[in-house]
């Protein structure tokens, strides 16, 4: 599934998790978008060739998570979810 990176984020609110680790979302998504370094660490924000936009981000941890970790997951509707989780998948 294509997708484009960096995409305008602002709107979006919580639709779901994945468990992954940041390495697997690294090889799919590449690089973090975003860094923060407050409540988010790092953010990949995505827009599929549907026009589903998503977010995948860690939420309130110390550091980046680099194991399995439950990663929230942003959007518009559900689909958000499902776009990565299928993505993942590949």
């Not at 409540?39 to 589903?52: C, I, M, P, Q, Y």
């Amino acid at each position: 599934m294509k997708f484009e990176k960096n995409v305008e984020a602002s709107g979006t609110s919580l639709m779901g998790y994945v468990t992954t680790s940041y390495s697997r979302l690294c090889e799919v998504f590449g690089a973090p978008c975003r860094f923060y370094g407050d409540k988010v660490n790092a953010e990949w924000s995505l827009r599929f060739e549907d026009g589903t936009r998503a977010t995948v981000y860690d939420w309130k941890e110390d550091e980046i998570p680099m194991g399995n970790y439950q990663w929230h997951i942003g959007g518009d509707s559900r689909s958000a979810v499902d776009r990565v989780q299928e993505c993942l998948a590949a």
